[in-house]
């Protein structure tokens, strides 16, 4: 079985541009996490997809923070503009179902620095 | 706003020794779950425990929660280095089901 899929592995930009992740769940996911990992810290969660609606996002900066997932599958982060705190891992992770003790699948994340 | 605090933040012991981590929040909660973190790696689910007094043993490490204390422990018998690791609780809310995670716990077996 595939695991979760992200793209890119890497990223620097410079603050204030714009940058996107992509993230492609295990097949059959309903629903699909974004979580922002700081170094030296816990993943945070930032945004919670069941399916292509939103159940969760009161963490996610909506200021400069967008998230979605059309059709259900795969889903995009954008932060615009970057700022210098942005700078962590950005993991995505799926589970087949919320709410019931399912287990969290997580990708191998992106690692965005901004300078 | 909900808090889930582990300790100790870093440990350091033998090979062969046992040691337990301990993981307290602040909200109630019915899902707890542990995972395992290496260096420079994602995160692995380790464990699962959805009810009060919910114990699950895999290896040398084994979990357990008491839902009235608002505790879990993640207890490490016979420590070998390949158990050197970042180890997260989370947590995850009952009512909204937001997840917290906790600060992780850097474990370093010492051969």
């Known amino acids: 079985e595939a695991g979760v899929a992200q793209s890119p592995r890497y990223k620097i930009i410079e603050k204030r541009q714009s940058v996107a992740f992509w993230c492609n769940p295990i097949s059959g996911h309903a629903t699909l996490y974004w979580y922002q990992q700081i170094l030296g810290q816990g993943p945070k969660l930032l945004i919670q997809f069941q399916n292509n609606g939103v159940v969760d996002d009161s963490q996610l900066p909506k200021d400069r923070f967008s998230a979605e997932r059309l059709k259900g599958v795969d889903s995009t982060l954008k932060i615009q503009p970057a700022k210098l705190e942005d700078s962590a891992v950005y993991l995505c992770?799926?589970?087949?179902?919320?709410?019931?003790?399912?287990?969290?699948?997580f990708g191998p994340g992106t690692r965005l620095l901004v300078l | 706003e909900l808090k889930v605090e582990q300790n100790p933040l870093f440990l350091s012991m033998q090979e062969g020794k046992n040691y337990t981590i301990y993981c307290n929040y602040s909200t109630t909660s019915d899902r707890l779950y542990w995972y395992r973190q290496d260096p420079g790696k994602s995160l692995e689910s380790l464990f699962v425990l959805l009810s009060n007094g919910a114990v699950k043993q895999e290896g040398r490490l084994m979990a357990s929660l008491d839902t009235k204390a608002r505790l879990s422990t993640l207890h490490i018998t016979a420590a070998v280095h390949d158990l050197s690791a970042t180890y997260f609780c989370a947590v995850a809310r009952k009512i909204g089901n937001q997840f917290y995670f906790g600060t992780g716990t850097s474990l370093t077996v010492i051969p």
């Open positions: 992770a799926s589970s087949s179902l919320a709410g019931k003790g399912e287990t969290q699948y």
